[in-house]
Every structure is written in structure tokens, then in C-alpha cells.
């Protein structure tokens, strides 16, 4: 048994890790005290002559020594922010995030002989720092414990209850679990659960969403990093019966496609800058009970973009795909407009972002040097492309975003234009790299995730 305890400093790691340790009968770790055991010094003196990047390294080979120790283990707060040590926490391990309140920390830790690791005082430190911190803290974390207001050993003794799975569903949220599993023909996730209580569940949340390459991924990766999850397809006409469900399983995330992207997020508790500029999340993950949104799309689209930077360009559709690809070509300073069979969806997208707009019929009275095509139309099984090849100027870089098949009517048609293409699986590959990292708190490369859709 592997049992991770992390957070900010003065959250109770150290405590509730030895009384855990304790009642489990197993060796209790920090990860601190074994810093400074191979350092031969103390944490502050190893700030004072050699600073924090010299006492990360050493963090960093601390936690790779433990990654596949049997027992609990306390991290430094900052640990988590490195994905590397989050892959090896994870490991065949359960982690729970700690957390407080700004203040209960600051007067926890108050009197400490811990250097602070900005210039700020230290109250507005933890604040700044937790502020930092939030997504890998949240992605880290298995499960979310407030401990705040309670005793190390009330901490403690959730944790064992979750361990155990003793710390269910009430009989009538169990027979309405039951009863959505049915409705969306997912019996077998809940024999799974049923037989085993610490698995966790992710999903693709969409209407539909059979064709999505997301379940091939996401469950290949949890074997490759040794995580005790599964991922699954929640396919239902509403976005909120979704959520309902979700709330009910042990779910840590959610990949969100068409047509829930907007409508998802009057169901959560918390939505991130990019994603509420854009109108639009595909990224859930939960924690503690809350759901935090999320968009992967546009930096999907940046990535394979980015050197055709201040182009011209434009953009086929005006709907949540579209709007996270305006949102990434205006950050790469690329003159965009927004074309749309129809015309005022167009207008309003373009305007939010201060863009060009038109109908689709005008593509060819555009100079563009970049198009990126954000509609389904050509996603299996259709077979159309709104742009022929003679729409097409050779040079220009079309970019299709959808990905099912891999090669789509209007990749075929911008190759034959002598064009350069990009298709949708890249979209994909880089979008789901932040994804999985914002849900699981591991980084994978794009060359990773390529290797697992293979």
C-alpha cells in the first residue's frame, strides 16, 4: 500500500502522515527529513548556500527513490509542481491533497525558520503561492481533504474510511447512480467500482462521442504510469444529467465535445480565464466535490500553429471549436476572420475578439495564409468538405480540426491544392497533453501520446 499525502506547508501532512502510518503499520516518509538527510544539512541552510533550485534537484531524487515504496509518504509543499515527481507519486499510490485556508496556514506556519520563496510578506506569500499552485495541487490529487478545522487524527481517520471504502453513497444516491448507469448502458462501470471502491473514473462527455479516441488514450496512459483508473464514454443528450452523474461516481475528470463545451459550464463550480474568454470548456477536473473548467482547445490549436505566427488567417465555423481557435491565432498575433454559414454567430464571435466576419460564402475574396476549419462537417461518417480544391491557394496552411479519419475530404482537398496540412490529431495529441496534466498533474509528451493512439 502506497498512501501520498501532499499540499502547502502547515496543512498536516507530517502529523496525519505518522498517525496513518501508525494505524496502517506501515514506514511514514517525508520527504523533507530525507532532504536533509542526504543534503547533511537543513532545509534553511540548504537555501541559505545553494538556493531552491539546488533543494528541488535533491527533492526530485528523494521522491524517485520512493517510487516504489510501500507506506505513506509526505511531500513538501512544493513538490507537485514538478509532474515528474507526481509521476512517480502516483505510481500504484493513492494521493490525497491536504488543504486550509490562507489564513489557517499563515498562522500555522508563523515563527517558522523556512526562508519564503518570494519577496512578498507572509501572508500575501501563501496566498500568491496557493494562487500558483492551484492546478497542481488539484491535478495531483486523488482526493481532497479540508483540514482546516479539524484534528490530525479526524484527518486521518477519513482518510482510512476512503481507503477501505467505507465512505459511500447514501441508499438513494446509490439507486439514482444505479439507475443513470443503466440509462446510459455503463452496468459494467458500476460492477467495477462496486468491486473495487478506490478505482477512480474519468470520461468523454458528449452527444455523441463513440467516435472519440479519448478512452484508447487515457486508459493506455493510466497502465503506462501505473494509476488506478479508468476512463469511459458518458453519451446522453444533456450536459447537466452528465454532471449529475459524474458527482455520483468517483470521477476525477472529464474530456467535454460537442455539443457540451457552453452548456457544461452552468454546472460547475469554478472556470479558469482561458476558458471563460473563450465561452467554452472541454476540461473538467474534480476535486473535493467541486469541478473546475477548463479549455485544452485552444492551446491544441496554437501549438502546431505557431510558426506561421502574425499570419493572416481565417476561421470556418463559429461555434466553441471556433472560438478556441480564434482565441489562439489572436495570441499569436495572426489578423483573423471568422467565416460561418451563419452570419451572425460569425459577427459575434469575431466581434468578442475584434476580428473580421463574414458569411462562408465569401472564402474566396479572403487573403488568407492560414484557415483553420472548426465545424463537423467531414467528421465520419460525412464525407463533404466546405472548401474545394480550386478555393485553395498553394502555400496556404489549412488546418482541419476534426480528426475522425485522420486524413478528412478537406486534407485531401488542401493536398491536392499543393497546400500545407495539419490534420485534427494533432489538435488532439496537444490538446490532450495539457488535458492530462491539468486532470492527473503528469506532463506526457506529444510523442508519448502519438506512441499510445498508435
Known amino acids: 500500500m502506497k498512501v501520498v499525502l501532499v499540499g502547502f506547508r502547515g496543512t498536516g501532512k507530517t502529523s496525519v502522515g505518522r498517525i496513518l502510518a501508525n494505524r496502517l503499520r506501515v514506514p511514514f516518509y517525508d520527504t523533507d527529513a530525507l532532504v536533509e538527510r542526504r543534503a547533511g544539512m537543513p532545509?534553511?541552510?540548504?537555501?541559505?548556500?545553494?538556493?531552491?533550485?539546488?533543494?528541488?534537484?535533491?527533492?526530485?531524487?528523494?521522491?524517485?527513490?520512493?517510487?516504489?515504496?510501500?507506506?505513506?509518504?509526505?511531500t513538501g509543499g512544493g513538490a507537485v509542481c514538478?509532474?515528474?515527481?507526481?509521476?512517480?507519486?502516483?505510481?500504484?499510490?493513492?494521493?490525497?491533497?491536504?488543504?486550509?485556508?490562507?489564513?489557517?496556514i499563515h498562522e500555522r506556519i508563523a515563527g517558522s525558520d523556512r526562508p519564503g520563496l518570494t519577496d512578498l510578506p507572509p501572508a500575501e506569500e501563501v496566498r500568491t503561492l496557493l494562487?500558483?499552485?492551484?492546478?497542481?495541487y488539484l491535478g495531483a490529487a486523488d482526493a481532497c481533504?479540508?483540514?482546516?478545522?479539524?484534528?490530525?487524527?479526524?484527518?486521518?481517520?477519513?482518510?482510512?474510511?476512503?481507503?477501505?471504502?467505507?465512505?459511500g453513497l447514501f441508499p438513494a444516491e446509490r439507486r439514482e447512480r444505479d439507475g443513470l448507469l443503466g440509462k446510459f448502458g455503463l452496468e459494467?462501470?458500476?460492477?467495477?467500482?462496486?468491486?473495487?471502491?478506490?478505482?477512480?473514473?474519468?470520461?468523454?462527455?458528449?452527444?455523441?462521442?463513440?467516435?472519440?479516441?479519448?478512452?484508447?488514450?487515457?486508459?493506455?496512459?493510466?497502465?503506462?504510469?501505473?494509476?488506478?483508473?479508468?476512463?469511459?464514454?458518458?453519451?446522453?443528450?444533456?450536459?447537466?444529467v452528465i454532471v449529475r452523474l459524474a458527482n455520483l461516481l468517483p470521477t476525477k475528470g472529464l474530456s467535454v465535445t460537442i455539443p457540451f463545451k457552453t452548456d457544461v459550464m452552468g454546472h460547475l463550480d469554478e472556470t479558469d480565464d482561458h476558458a471563460a474568454a473563450i465561452g467554452a470548456v472541454n476540461t473538467v477536473v474534480r476535486c473535493g466535490g467541486r469541478m473546475y473548467g477548463h479549455n485544452t482547445d485552444w492551446l491544441g490549436v496554437r501549438a502546431p500553429l505557431a510558426h506561421r505566427q502574425g499570419a493572416r488567417a481565417v476561421v470556418l465555423g463559429a461555434g466553441g471549436a471556433a472560438a478556441a481557435a480564434v482565441y489562439a491565432l489572436?495570441?499569436?498575433?495572426?489578423?483573423?476572420?471568422?467565416?460561418?454559414?451563419t452570419p451572425d454567430a460569425a459577427q459575434r464571435l469575431a466581434e468578442r475578439f475584434g476580428c473580421l466576419w463574414g458569411r462562408l460564402e465569401e472564402f474566396k475574396g479572403v487573403d488568407a495564409d492560414v484557415v483553420v476549419h472548426a465545424t463537423p462537417v467531414g467528421m465520419e461518417p460525412d464525407t463533404r468538405s466546405l472548401l474545394a480544391p480550386g478555393d485553395l491557394e498553394r502555400g496556404t496552411t489549412v488546418f482541419d480540426l476534426v480528426y475522425t479519419p485522420p486524413e478528412?475530404?478537406?486534407?485531401?482537398?488542401?493536398?491536392?491544392?499543393?497546400?500545407?496540412?495539419?490534420?485534427?490529431?494533432?489538435?488532439?495529441?496537444?490538446?490532450?497533453?495539457?488535458?492530462?496534466r491539468l486532470i492527473t498533474g503528469i506532463a506526457v509528451s506529444p510523442a508519448l501520446v502519438r506512441e499510445m493512439l498508435a
Not at 93 to 104: I, K
Not at 131 to 136: C, D, E, F, V
Open 43 to 74: 532545509i534553511p541552510e540548504i537555501f541559505r548556500q545553494y538556493g531552491e533550485a539546488h533543494f528541488r534537484a535533491l527533492e526530485r531524487e528523494v521522491i524517485a527513490s520512493l517510487r516504489t515504496a510501500e507506506g505513506v509518504i509526505g
Open 408 to 436: 478528412t475530404p478537406l486534407i485531401r482537398a488542401a493536398r491536392e491544392a499543393g497546400c500545407e496540412t495539419i490534420p485534427g490529431t494533432e489538435m488532439f495529441v496537444h490538446q490532450a497533453t495539457e488535458q492530462f
Open 131 to 136: 494562487a500558483q499552485r492551484k492546478n497542481a
Open 82 to 104: 514538478d509532474p515528474a515527481n507526481v509521476a512517480d507519486l502516483r505510481r500504484h499510490g493513492t494521493v490525497f491533497l491536504l488543504s486550509a485556508a490562507p489564513e489557517v
Open 145 to 167: 481533504i479540508y483540514t482546516g478545522t479539524r484534528t490530525p487524527a479526524g484527518v486521518a481517520e477519513t482518510i482510512l474510511r476512503q481507503i477501505r471504502g467505507e465512505a
Open 330 to 341: 489572436v495570441s499569436l498575433d495572426m489578423d483573423v476572420t471568422v467565416l460561418s454559414r
Open 188 to 240: 459494467t462501470v458500476r460492477e467495477m467500482i462496486e468491486r473495487d471502491p478506490g478505482l477512480l473514473v474519468c470520461g468523454i462527455a458528449g452527444n455523441p462521442c463513440a467516435h472519440s479516441k479519448s478512452p484508447l488514450l487515457y486508459n493506455r496512459l493510466f497502465a503506462h504510469f501505473g494509476m488506478h483508473y479508468h476512463y469511459t464514454r458518458f453519451e446522453w443528450p444533456d450536459a447537466g
